[in-house]
């Protein structure tokens, strides 16, 4: 590789990124794989199922008939349409197509609507621990991250009134993820109720929320419930969601955001600023994954609550390890604490020494010490022959 002759003189503003811990550990564990390790992967987090038949047919479909071109910056009118339908049916509320934007992958909603909406100084709270890029993308904008904590006494739920105790006259954006990543968390309906009444108040200060719902398809005990669904609340709600993890389409980069309209056209002013427009035959692709049929999706969630039991039954029986049920996404969240080991080094040893990949739950906040992510969007053979190495590894190394 060659060598630059002079050091790089980057903006200040890089110094303020973080990154997500997952791809680190999947480029660590590809890395011992091209060294010939047996590798469980259990660290990244997506479906491990292929794109359903009708979805790339699809895709092929509108390549032949020409949608290879440039589109709209806010989205293919046809895929604004068919996601207003479906998100507002879903959630019980009236979406209009001009509320809907359409991104490649759900993470530029996050980006974009924070630089819209957040001033530096500005405070920003979010979950920790939580998605690694809640924190780095309010840091980089030059605001203030307050982190409200998820704690396992609560079954990973908010607790409603210790983060309304944090809004302050400087707080402009909430972030809200349900169900959670990582823990598999789901805010429970009273949650919503004491948040909404809470952020009603007269005299508090008018803030907004970012609810990130990616996973709201893949909950296994009761329906998914947001606070777009409070009309007080409508209007100053941006859901996140995308077609990743319901529709196993990480690589299709398809995600949008649902919002008020003057809002959605400064986000889509931020498209055209950044990558034009999201792919459109992948649009016209996703249209087809919206009104057709729904099986794939369901048949991917009950194997996921098949896998749910054999990994949380499996880690309790691991010396040192207790991990509550997750409610919701594919992630298990045990506490490690009684390993006699913080998360990083754990995680690592496994990695090196056991061949299972996990992430550490420091990879998604300070709070995130002693626990362990483990995805389980593997096969129930390779999430079995996962538990049984970790369980030897920790037997031999009390």
């Given at each position: 590789m060659p060598v630059a002759a002079q050091k790089l003189r980057l903006a200040e503003r890089m110094s303020r990124l973080g990154t997500e811990g997952a791809f680190e550990v999947l480029a660590r564990a590809r890395q011992l794989e091209a060294e010939g390790r047996d590798i469980i992967h259990l660290e990244i987090g997506e479906p491990d199922f292929p794109t359903a038949d009708h979805i790339i047919d699809a895709a092929a479909r509108a390549l032949r008939n020409g949608w290879t071109h440039y589109g709209p910056p806010a989205g293919l009118p046809e895929l604004r349409e068919a996601v207003a339908e479906d998100a507002g049916r879903r959630r019980g509320i009236s979406i209009h197509p001009s509320e809907v934007v359409i991104t490649p992958g759900a993470k530029p909603i996050m980006f974009f609507v924070i630089l819209a909406l957040v001033e530096e100084g500005e405070e920003v709270l979010y979950p920790n621990p939580g998605f690694p890029i809640y924190e780095s993308m309010v840091q980089f904008v030059g605001a203030r991250p307050v982190p409200y904590a998820l704690g396992e006494e609560r079954d990973f739920d908010v607790d409603a009134e210790a983060?309304?105790?944090?809004?302050?006259?400087?707080?402009?954006?909430?972030?809200?993820?349900?169900?959670?990543n990582p823990t598999g968390g789901v805010m429970r309906a009273g949650t919503l109720a004491a948040l909404a009444e809470g952020l009603e108040a007269p005299g508090r200060r008018e803030v907004f929320i970012l609810s990130d719902e990616i996973y709201n398809r893949l909950i296994f005990e009761g329906e998914h419930a947001s606070l777009a669904q409070l009309p007080a609340l409508k209007e100053r709600t941006i859901i996140l969601d995308g077609f990743s993890k319901a529709y196993a389409m990480t690589g299709w980069r398809l995600g949008y955001g649902v919002m008020r309209p003057d809002l959605a056209e400064q986000v889509a002013l931020l498209v055209t600023n950044s990558n034009s427009c999201t792919s459109s035959f992948s649009q016209m692709a996703a249209v087809d994954a919206l009104r057709g049929d729904q099986d794939c999706v369901e048949r991917m969630r009950e194997e996921f609550r098949r896998r749910r039991g054999v990994i949380v039954e499996g880690l309790n029986a691991i010396p040192g390890f207790r991990c509550r049920q997750p409610h919701g996404a594919f992630y298990a969240f045990p506490n490690i604490s009684g390993a006699g080991r913080d998360s990083r080094s754990l995680a690592n040893a496994?990695?090196?020494?056991?061949?299972?990949?996990?992430?550490?739950?420091?990879?998604?906040?300070a709070w995130g010490e002693g626990y362990l992510r483990f995805s389980f969007a593997n096969s129930v053979d390779n999430i079995r022959k996962a538990l049984e190495r970790i369980d030897r590894w920790v037997r031999k190394n009390p």
């Open positions: 983060v309304l105790g944090k809004i302050t006259d400087r707080t402009k954006l909430l972030i809200l993820n349900s169900p959670h496994l990695l090196a020494d056991a061949g299972v990949a996990c992430l550490s739950g420091t990879a998604f906040g």
